[in-house]
């Protein structure tokens, strides 16, 4: 068995490549020719694998889709344009009116927007504390289908009771679907607690550059869909471990059409070679800073489960490589939170994470405005909460930033 870089780098090499090319090309193309009219409607029908649209299937996600596979240990995955497309599209295409699932309430804001308009559409989703499988359990009824959670949560760190709760839905039958973007592949992988289904934005530590979004779903081969009433008959072909993401690329990916681009897929797969090298300085300069800012007089609370004052933190130490890049913090009342931010020189003020600079964003402010005080308040988001998602600059140079910043 090979180290997780070494099969990352030569995953594309499996097959045989154009020209002996090291890198998959770029194949900017939406249909495909055949000689005999046989062949396509022999691809068209299943019996033979080969391209038909765009839409579907094109030769440089397939090798991305390839990658990925091998970075999380699973079956088969599809690419999709965004993160969101891939959650959305996945459960768009698995559950239906009058199914109910059970969510981690600590949730990524647009995936919690997008489980509320499916209640809105007949899809029943009741919101619980995953840290705990005790809550998840009570959620489960006769007509829930799945659960879905997050392994480090977006900006408070909770981390989901990964193994348990799949140990849950092992025994009852439900899907468990994982959103493992926050600790990537390289930290993490959801296989091995009997994930379902796995979840990356490639936007962010895959791709790793804030360069591309993308997104992707992953079959770990864990399930066995024959007892999930929800897949098509046409979609029963071969292994009943494949079902789920065979319905998920034929139905949803044709049905909603939110594909990623052979470009996007492109940049998706340079960045992911340096995944693991990324994430390890990432995880190392977070620590860093957290150590910093915790034992700083100036500094009310700092979130991290590399802290073992973390809730989790012995959850995270035993399922994680690394603690991972993201973490928040909470100032002193008599600090004031633009006078601070704005003093910062190297950290940027910005949205997103898994950069490769360090990004700082003021939480409520931002990303939790539209829910107003009262929500950010039942959540744990404090007024002052600062989200940091480290980078791969020297460590000195974000420390003395931070330390100027506070002076
Ligand atoms: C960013 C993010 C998403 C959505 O990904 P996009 O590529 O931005 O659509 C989903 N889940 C988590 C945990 C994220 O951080």
């Known amino acids: 068995m090979k180290g997780f870089t070494t099969k990352v780098v030569h995953n594309d090499r499996q097959d045989s490549i154009e020209h002996g090319s090291l ?6 193309n939406v249909a ?35 990658k990925i ?16 497309a891939a959650i959305g599209t996945t459960l768009f295409s698995l559950l239906r009116s009058g199914d109910h699932m059970v969510s981690s309430a600590f949730l990524f804001g647009n995936t919690n927007s997008l489980f509320n308009t499916f209640g809105k559409m007949g899809i029943g989703v009741s919101f619980v504390d995953a840290t705990s499988v005790d809550a998840v359990a009570d959620a489960v009824t006769e007509n829930t289908r799945l659960v879905f959670v997050e392994t480090i949560a977006n900006p408070r760190t909770q981390i989901a009771d990964l193994r348990q709760i799949g140990e849950l839905c092992t025994q009852r039958g439900l899907v468990y679907v994982v959103d493992n973007t926050m600790t990537s592949p390289y930290l993490f992988q959801p296989k091995t607690v009997g994930a379902s289904l796995i979840i990356n934005s490639l936007t962010k530590y ?3 550059h804030g360069n591309v979004l993308g997104g992707a779903v992953t079959e ?5 869909w024959s007892v999930f009433p929800n897949i098509y008959p046409e979609y029963q072909l071969g292994e009943a471990t494949k079902w789920g993401i065979t319905q998920t690329r034929k139905k949803g990916l044709r049905d909603l059409g939110a594909s990623l681009g052979p470009e996007a897929a492109h940049h998706v797969a340079i960045g992911a070679e340096t995944l693991a090298l990324r994430v390890q300085r990432q995880s190392e300069n977070a620590m860093a800073m957290c150590e910093f800012l915790h034992a700083h007089p100036m500094i009310k609370k700092v979130y991290y489960p590399g802290l073992t004052e973390h809730p989790q933190h012995r959850r995270a130490a035993e399922l994680f ?3 991972g890049g993201l973490f928040s913090f909470e100032l002193q009342s008599d600090v004031d939170l633009w006078e601070f931010l704005n003093r910062l020189q190297v950290i940027v003020k910005s949205s997103n994470l898994g950069d490769n600079r360090t990004l700082a964003i003021p939480v409520a402010h931002t990303i939790y405005f539209e829910m107003g005080p009262e929500r950010r308040a039942s959540m744990g988001i404090d007024e002052s909460l600062i989200r940091i998602s480290s980078g791969i600059e020297d460590s000195e140079d974000l420390l003395a930033d931070l330390s100027a910043a506070l002076n």
Not at 69 to 84: L, R
Not at 220 to 224: A, E, N, P, S, V
């Open 206 to 208: 895959i791709g790793g």
């Open 23 to 28: 890198h998959k090309p770029i194949h900017a």
């Open 321 to 323: 490589r690394a603690f």
């Open 32 to 66: 495909y020719g055949y000689e005999d009219a046989r062949d396509l409607a022999a691809v068209f029908q299943g019996e033979k694998s080969g391209y038909s649209y765009g839409r579907q299937l094109n030769p440089t996600i397939s090798a991305l889709e390839s």
């Open 220 to 224: 770990t081969g864990c399930y066995d």
């Open 69 to 84: 596979t091998t970075m999380e240990d699973g079956v088969a995955s599809v690419c999709f344009g965004t993160g969101m």
